[in-house]
């Protein structure tokens, strides 16, 4: 007799489809001048959303990096073993590019390429994504050592990954990390303590430790130190060139709330063995640039969640059905969906438009003024508002979003940590206000893109006036920082929609999050809103 039953009325898995299918990408990527990687994003984008990709990203992160500090007969060893999907993951993303390879890129528009790319790839799996960015982020503060930079710096963008321990003369291709925090001073690194002393070889010895050293199986490091004349910028390698282990010890992993594939790790350097970076005493100004970088890459992810999420939500609503309709026929949902979709495509054009401005900072003070002040308010913003996102779409899949198999609670435990990474809010939001007073031509190169839109929506145009006069209240600056950077990201935002995107997308943005027509939940969009032109941005048939 068959006892069994048929399954009705559930979600087919997705799987096996193309990520990068998300017309807010697509159409970015051609605005920003680099339509010629179209066929490459495709590439990444149905890879990422393979079942093996997916299936790689559970593994890495299942069975999470351990420790091995010592060998058998108790010599030194200081490695961390990864599961060989991490490294599947860290393979492909090399030969994508994603690592330093758009520096060495002839071709306009190359940095959007990679942004678009590595916003597609992420959403396999993000973890590994923090040594590859670290890698893309590390060539422009490796340049103030222009001795290191010609041996090693090609040597990051090279489509070859090997995750094996070597001389960096031996290994064709390069993973680069860096330490900066301490346990006394976490985000102020001037407050460093571990200390540096030159050499008579022009090398540097150092001791002391770091609190949080991620992917501490990088081949190298960016390292911030004390030296006789402050804080100072060193390249420390993993192998010295003599094919000695570095002093460099491990004494934990953290046990992380997410990011779980990802070592992080408590280090401590027993004399180790450094090399300048730039000049003594400015090391924070040298790696502030890899710092800017990375943190582009944290808004990259931070999108990436976003749309994995809303993505998943939309799939459960077309497949699923209650109270004798699909879910996504139900007008609170379709309210609940639409307002998703509207979070995720503002962050995909600003997103978008920070990757381009990257690509032409080197030749218009403009368009490096916007990289500055723009992507230190949308990764601000972006960063927080993933985690209401996937917050948001975890519950449209119900009891079934909240169980592991899902992968939403996975995603969900993912999405503080950018908001975290590279400063957390309220020193992202101190970093705008520094800009602001040292740079205040940033300023009126970023208030002048959004004027761009100027005349095309009221509620813009207001929300835009009111900033500038609360940009001229200094007494309050510090105190209203959050709110004001919030409003600085929104109308970033609304400028980019009304100049560049879909009406419905512009108009339902800048009602509800400029103009006052919006609760504090998702799914409280006016009536008025065209919930069917902005679900179309979200194309059905995903899995098919």
């Known amino acids: 007799m068959n006892t069994g039953y048929e399954v009705v009325n559930q979600t087919p898995e997705l799987v096996d489809y193309d990520v990068s299918a998300d017309p807010a990408l697509r159409e970015g990527l051609v605005r920003e001048g680099a339509g010629w990687a179209l066929d490459d994003l495709a590439r990444v984008g149905r890879h990422a959303g393979s079942r093996e990709a997916q299936e790689w990203g559970r593994l890495a992160n299942e069975h999470a990096p351990v420790l091995h500090r010592y060998d058998a007969v108790g010599n030194r060893r200081d490695e961390v073993e990864y599961h060989p999907a991490y490294h599947a993951l860290m393979a492909a993303a090399c030969a994508y590019g ?3 390879a758009p520096w060495f890129e002839e071709r306009p528009g190359a940095h959007a390429a990679r942004t678009a790319k590595a916003f597609a790839w992420g959403q396999a799996e993000s973890g590994h994504m923090c040594p590859i960015g670290m890698s893309y982020a590390a060539v422009p503060t490796l340049r103030h050592a222009p001795d290191l930079a010609a041996a090693y710096e090609r040597r990051l963008a090279v489509p070859d990954y090997d995750g094996a321990p070597g001389r960096l003369d031996d290994k064709p291709g390069l993973v680069l990390g860096m330490s900066m925090t301490e346990r006394q001073g976490g985000s102020d ?17 150092v001791f002391g430790h770091k609190w949080f050293t991620s992917a501490p199986m990088c081949d190298a490091f960016l390292t911030l ?39 992080s790790a408590e280090i401590e350097y027993h004399g180790a063995t450094g090399w300048l970076i730039g000049d003594e005493g400015r090391g924070v100004r040298t790696i502030m640039e890899m710092v800017n970088f990375t943190r582009l890459n944290c808004t990259v992810l931070s999108s990436s969640f976003m749309r994995k999420g809303l993505v998943r939500a939309v799939h459960h609503a077309r497949h699923r059905s209650a109270f004798g309709k699909r879910l996504v026929d139900q007008p609170i949902m379709r309210n609940v969906l639409a307002d998703l979709t509207l979070e995720s495509e503002a962050a995909v054009f600003a997103l978008m438009r920070l990757g381009g401005a990257t690509d032409r900072a080197g030749e218009s003070e403009t368009e490096s003024h916007v990289r500055r002040l723009g992507l230190a308010v949308t990764k601000y913003w972006v960063c927080k508002r993933a985690q209401a996102v996937v917050g948001e779409a975890l519950e ?76 001229q209240d200094t007494d309050t600056l510090e105190f209203q920082a959050r709110r004001l950077v919030e409003r600085m990201a929104l109308v970033f935002q609304g400028s980019l929609l009304v100049r560049h995107g879909t009406p419905a997308v512009a108009d339902a943005f800048n009602s509800s999050r400029l103009g006052g027509s919006w609760g504090i939940a998702f799914g409280t969009l006016p009536p008025e809103v065209d919930t069917e032109a902005i679900l179309t941005r979200v194309p059905a048939g995903l899995a098919d």
């Open 225 to 263: 130190v004390q030296t006789r004349n402050g804080i100072t910028c060193l390249l420390l390698p993993r192998v010295l060139p003599d094919g000695t282990r570095n002093a460099i010890r491990i004494e934990q992993l953290k046990d992380k709330l997410g990011n779980r594939s990802n070592a």
């Open 396 to 471: 449209c899949l119900g009891g079934n979003g909240y169980i592991e198999t899902s992968g939403m609670p996975r995603l969900y435990r993912e999405a503080p940590l950018q908001s975290i990474w590279e400063g957390a809010g309220n020193v992202a939001a101190l970093d705008v206000l520094r800009a602001l007073r040292k740079q205040p031509e940033v300023l009126d190169s970023f208030l002048g893109e959004v004027e761009l839109a100027r005349g095309a929506d009221r509620r813009l145009d207001a929300a835009v006036t009111a900033l500038r006069k609360d940009l």
């Open 98 to 100: 994603l690592n330093a």
């Open 189 to 205: 690194v001037r407050a460093n303590i571990s200390n540096a002393r030159p050499r008579p070889d022009g090398t540097y010895e």
